[in-house]
Nanobody, 117 residues
């Protein structure tokens, strides 16, 4: 069973930065894409960013473009999300996901990000 474990969340002031990590229990090179999603209180889970197997292609939601950077290190079986210039509306639980067969069928438990002064 594949396990994804997120870390790096926390409380940060507006304008601050955080780097989230997602460690996989298996070789990430075996996944087609890996991604980050988030869910704010009372809202549906939404897409943030994805990255292709070798890291050559990345995709971002408009809300993340220019502020967030997704990356992966397949030698460490880890995916990262660097978040800069954080805003209160970025407050959410952030989830890591892996696509092994055409859809995101593996999910982590999530890490809380709170942006507040």
């Amino acid at each position: 069973q594949v396990q994804l474990v997120e870390s790096g969340g926390g409380l940060v002031q507006p304008g601050g930065s955080l780097r989230l990590s997602c460690a996989a229990s298996t070789r990430t090179i075996s996944f087609n894409h890996m991604g980050w999603f988030r869910q704010a209180p009372g809202k549906a889970r939404e897409f943030v960013a994805t990255i292709s197997t070798g890291g050559e292609a990345t995709y971002y939601d408009n809300s993340a473009k220019g502020r967030f950077t997704i990356s992966r290190d397949n030698t460490k079986n880890t995916v990262y999300l660097l978040m800069n210039n954080l805003k209160p509306e970025d407050t959410a639980v952030y989830y890591c996901a892996a696509d092994a067969s055409g859809s995101f069928n593996y999910w982590g438990q999530g890490t809380q990000v709170t942006v507040s002064s």
